[in-house]
């Protein structure tokens, strides 16, 4: 079934769309990442031009979070303090980053902005999630139940302006997780993610939060992100396409559903060390794409104001 | 007025018999509205040759060339940068028809010549596209840029030509299919109808054309470009809308 979308301005397979939204969902759902740092390299790959495929991820992505936030928030697990002092963070990332992503649109380099990025994180983060797994399921194999212990990042004690999260059962510096905001909300500005990959794994070593309220708080920041990120977008490049977030969303939160019911069921690590080989071979294909020469060598940049 | 000045010049030109060829043109569709499930369309376009009483000499030959509006674009090429291919230099076209698409009863070669052409600027070689002189480019790696704008034209189905799309009946009535791609550019096009007679252009036509979106489409296209603040807003609203009902839903399933 073909929708013509009037942002993107080319018609796509509505059905094609869910689905991709609907496995992303599956596997956000699962491994409780936001899944927009897949979403957005898949309609690329689809031919949605990249700003586009950049804002409407991020619209969706806000859709999803709301959706997980939920059932995290009814357990108790939201530190509200320190989603405030994160939020505050990501909306001045955003700014930086929207203001990044206009400027090199207009020097014609987004499409190699986007890239590059997406090919450093997803590789880095990648590689570290295959290494983390492997080394889960050695441990589990071997029998050793390691301890996990709350590293405590002495920075976030010495610097100035401290704050108490109550929730979190913390006392430190409110420039880390405002720092930590900023650079997930220029991520989300010009990639289209919601930056929960690099926030869970920030917020337990750098901050130091239980892992209780990590993966609630880290939603509710992501919300309120990728909706400034929205505006911005909308504001500046014109690139949100709400016909292609709402596909993407109703794929993406019945697949939620599904991946968080699955989680329950399946081994963990092995999946673990699936999403990892997923997350390394979309950076290669990425990193193949600006390496090999590509089959046409011109691209358009039309300045229709219509 | 150009149709009035047109035909001013057609009476001009015949001489002094009062036999003057003409030839009449429509389309199936003269708006074609692009709704929710748009995966492009086909326009059909039809008419015929009246010689007025005069003597035509053959062969007779038609072409139809269908014009979408035009609009600078900037053509950019990428090169290999440290090992990494990226955009580097670039050429503005000023005036470039975003839609260009034309077709005849035979290659346009065969019975045309450049000089005819190049007058009535039939075909894509004869188009103008007015680069930007900002550029250091040599004339012929505008060339090449120029090529490359007129290559992605074509695979997007926007640009062509075809020697055999018009079928001309009885030297009377003719016909031409186009398919009209999805991803087509909004606005006012013309479709200009040719009559050559042994190789001369002797009578003329034009109708018009608008593709534009409709209803919910062009709702949402009008509302991003006006109101980009409220649009937002109103995404994101939306988007946490179905997130919480889409949670509340399956939570009461569970």
């Known amino acids: 079934m073909q929708v013509y979308l009037p942002i993107a301005e080319m018609s796509v397979n509505a059905l094609l769309i869910v689905g991709l939204g609907g496995i992303v969902g599956f596997l956000s759902g699962m491994f409780g990442v936001g899944g927009g740092f897949l979403t957005t390299p898949l309609l690329i790959f689809y031919g949605i031009p990249p700003a586009v495929a950049v804002a409407s991820a991020a619209n969706q992505i806000t859709g999803s979070s709301v959706s997980g936030v939920l059932s995290h928030w009814q357990r108790g697990g939201v530190d509200v303090r320190m989603g405030m002092v994160l939020i505050a963070g990501g909306v001045t990332g955003s700014l930086i980053g929207a203001a990044i992503f206009a400027q090199l649109k207009a020097m014609g380099q987004i499409d190699l902005l986007i890239s590059l990025s997406y090919v450093i994180f997803l590789g880095v983060i990648g590689t570290l999630m295959l290494i983390e797994s492997v080394r889960a399921i050695m441990r589990a194999r071997r029998g050793v139940q390691r301890p996990r212990r709350r590293r405590h990042n002495s920075l976030a004690y010495r610097l100035p302006l401290k704050m108490e999260f109550r929730k979190s059962k913390l006392y430190i510096s409110a420039l880390v997780p405002f720092g930590l905001g900023v650079g997930v909300g220029i991520l989300t500005a010009v990639m289209g993610v919601g930056g929960g990959f690099i926030m869970l794994p920030a917020m337990i070593y750098l901050i130091g939060m239980p892992a209780n309220v990590v993966v609630g708080t880290s939603l509710l920041q992501i919300i309120f992100t990728t909706g400034t990120v929205t505006i911005l977008h909308a504001i500046g490049s014109k690139s949100v396409d709400i016909l292609l977030a709402m596909l993407l969303l109703v794929g993406g939160v019945i697949g939620a559903q599904f991946g968080a019911r699955a989680a329950q069921k399946l081994p963990g690590e092995q999946l673990r060390v699936l999403l990892g080989v997923l997350v390394v071979s979309v950076a290669l294909k990425l990193l193949f794409d600006l390496l090999v020469e590509p089959r046409e060598l011109f691209t358009l940049f039309e300045e229709t104001a219509r | ?241 179905a997130g919480w009902g889409a949670a509340s839903l399956f939570q009461r399933k569970a």
């Open chain 2, 1 to 241: 007025m150009m149709r009035a000045v047109l035909l001013a010049w057609l009476l001009l030109g015949i001489g002094p018999a009062q036999a003057q060829p003409r030839i009449v043109t429509d389309l199936s569709d003269r708006r074609i509205n692009i709704e929710y499930s748009f995966d492009g369309a086909d326009l059909l376009l039809f008419g015929a040759i009246d010689s007025g009483g005069a003597r035509l000499e053959k062969p007779l030959d038609v072409v139809v060339v269908v014009r979408g509006p035009e609009a600078p674009v900037t053509v950019r090429r990428k090169e290999k940068v440290a090992g990494i291919w990226m955009n580097t230099e670039s050429v503005r076209f000023q005036t470039s028809p975003s839609f260009y698409r034309l077709i005849s009863t035979r290659p346009l070669e065969d019975f045309a010549s450049p000089q005819t052409l190049a007058i009535y600027e039939l075909g894509v070689d004869q188009l103008h596209f007015s680069p930007d002189s900002a550029g250091s480019q040599s004339g012929a790696d505008i060339r090449a840029f120029r090529n490359g704008f007129v290559r992605i034209r074509e695979q997007l189905g926007l640009f062509g030509e075809a020697g055999d799309g018009v079928t001309l009946q009885s030297d009377v009535l003719f016909r031409a299919e186009l398919r009209v791609p999805s991803r087509v550019p909004i606005g006012n096009y013309e479709a200009e109808v040719y009559l050559f007679s042994n190789g001369k252009v002797t009578a003329r036509t034009t109708v018009p054309l608008v593709i534009q979106k409709s209803g919910f489409e062009r709702f949402l296209y009008t509302w991003a470009h006006t109101e980009p603040f409220g649009y937002g807003l109103v995404a994101v609203l939306i988007a946490a809308v």
